[in-house]
């Protein structure tokens, strides 16, 4: 099956950067989309950005000129680049990756980015 797995989460300070990745494995032979969100407490998941298999991004306007999502095709690995780094980005973040081959859309297991002084 396919697995994600993530990683670069932590504590920050305001005005910090950090690159969060996300390993994509099994048996994958076709990529849609492949994007970051993310949730803080008592709020809903939101769209961070997405990067389609054509190279096209996508960012919340909260992130824009902050966050870059970037790939690396031949490790099936998604990355997000977050510099200054605000306290309202503090959430957990999840990669997702959507497949045309296997059909489907799946999801890694959250990583926790806390922005504080």
């Known amino acids: 099956q396919v697995q994600l797995v993530e990683s670069g989460g932590g504590l920050v300070q305001p005005g910090g950067s950090l690159r969060l990745s996300c390993a994509a494995s099994?048996?994958?032979?076709?990529?849609?989309?492949m994007g970051w969100y993310r949730q803080a407490p008592g709020k809903e998941r939101e769209l961070v950005a997405t990067?389609?298999?054509?190279?096209?991004?996508n960012y919340a306007d909260s992130v824009k000129g902050r966050f870059t999502i970037s790939r690396d095709n031949a490790k099936n690995t998604v990355y997000l680049q977050m510099n200054s780094l605000k306290s309202d980005d503090t959430a957990v973040y999840y990669c997702?990756?959507?497949?045309?081959?296997?059909?489907?859309?799946?999801w890694g297991q959250g990583t926790q980015v806390t922005v504080s002084s």
């Open positions: 099994g048996r994958i032979f076709s990529i849609n989309v």
């Open positions: 997702n990756v959507d497949l045309w081959h296997p059909r489907g859309t799946y």
């Open positions: 990067l389609s298999s054509g190279g096209s991004t």
